[in-house]
């Protein structure tokens, strides 16, 4: 069976993370929810996006499909479900789409005469931007389970401090010194060759991939996921970073999501608790308004390629776009559009072209390659955020 994860409507929700990626490629728990499907259905998978995101993530159709939301995480009950599908039927829950079998015909429109299967199973899934910290821990304890069921975890060496070690998992390759790991609160998932340095502490549930650093001295607090080949250091607590993306310097990461690329100069700070103690609003890009999230806790919420100076202070619920460069004393602005460079005292444009030079850099020091389809995907966005910058 070929499968393919496709976007709906909550991929305008969880803007600005989704203007480089379709939704399946977010990084939630340890593991990307495409990575999840992958693993669950032990093969690989295509997506169903926006087209100007197809020519890096293009669809790949055979004669019979099924199609998957992009936004649900698999579980061992809702594979089964899915797999039991026939032709022209959808596997749903309410108003979503979980599943559809489609001939290549009616995979674009993804309708016809569809009979639908009503599910009672229960399932994780992200429809805005906040529940990806928020609902992290679960997804990280889902993500341990499938991970290390049946594999036994390398040891933690004897200068280390490891509390419920039943819930500490090392691959091989880790290098951890001095530290303590503090499993009684949710698992601890140390990935390959990723480092922990001098006098960290870090409780639980926690995620840690492959590459990644922590450094001396760091505080990470449980809910937290440090993606592949990033740098951390100073204090987090319940955050998502997605990979190549550093906060190597001291200052508070809270309840926050930090795309790939991105940089926080040494000491920059979240502030994710209103004084007031209300709920947070934050950016909504469909809505071009504010909105209620629900949520008491909620701090950065940063795209792609993204950066900031050091010092530099978010106001609580902050997003920032892609491809922008933030610096300046004073709390900034709770909006901040892609491509703009400058702070408090005002911004200007960032130049594609220019923003296409700096990655090109970053992707060369990782030895990665930076394509033409990196190159014009930057180039799209920053004509789909020609209006926000005008704000």
Request: glycine letters at 8%; one cysteine or more.
């Amino acid at each position: 069976m070929n499968y393919i994860l496709f976007d709906e409507s909550r991929r305008n929700n969880l803007l600005p993370l989704t203007f480089l990626r379709p939704v399946a490629e977010i990084r939630f728990g340890i593991l990307t929810i495409r990575e999840k499907w992958e693993r669950y259905l032990n093969c690989k998978t295509s997506s169903l996006t926006e087209t100007y995101l197809s020519r890096k993530f293009p669809v790949v159709k055979e004669k019979d499909n099924i199609i998957i939301n992009g936004a649900i995480c698999p579980n061992p009950l809702l594979v089964e479900e899915i797999n039991k599908l026939e032709p022209a039927q959808a596997l749903i829950k309410g108003d979503t789409v979980i599943a559809m079998y489609l001939s290549d015909k009616d995979i674009e429109k993804q309708s016809g005469a569809i009979s639908e299967i009503e599910t009672e199973v229960e399932y994780l899934d992200i429809t805005n931007t906040w529940d990806i910290f928020a609902k992290n821990p679960k997804a990280i304890e889902a993500d341990f389970k499938l991970i290390t069921k049946g594999r036994k975890s390398a040891p933690l060496p004897d200068h280390c401090i490891g509390i419920a070690p039943e819930n500490i998992f090392i691959e091989p390759g880790a290098e951890l010194y001095a530290c303590t790991l503090n499993g009684s609160f949710g698992p601890i998932y140390i990935g390959k060759d990723a480092i922990v340095m001098e006098g960290s502490h870090i409780r639980g549930p926690f995620a840690l991939c492959e590459h990644a650093q922590i450094k001396m001295g760091a505080k990470i607090y449980g809910g937290t996921t440090i993606g592949p080949y990033s740098k951390v250091g100073g204090e987090v607590n319940n955050s998502v970073i997605f990979g190549y993306s550093n906060k190597a310097h001291d200052g508070f990461l809270g309840h926050s999501v930090i795309a790939e690329w991105c940089n926080l100069g040494a000491d920059t700070n979240t502030s994710n608790l209103k004084n007031t103690y209300d709920q947070v609003k934050l950016w909504s890009y469909p809505e071009e308004s504010f909105v209620d999230t629900g949520e008491l806790f909620c701090g950065l919420i940063m795209g792609d390629h993204s950066k900031c100076g050091i010092n530099t202070m978010f106001n609580t619920g902050t997003v920032v776009g892609v491809s922008s460069n933030i610096f300046g004393s004073g709390f900034q602005r709770n909006f901040i559009s892609s491509f703009l460079w400058g702070g408090v005292s005002g911004f200007s444009t960032f130049l594609p072209k220019k923003a296409i030079e700096i990655a090109r850099g970053m992707y060369k020091r990782r030895d990665l390659a930076f394509t033409d389809d990196d190159a014009r995907l930057i180039e799209d966005v920053y004509s789909l955020t020609h209006s926000y910058r005008r704000m």
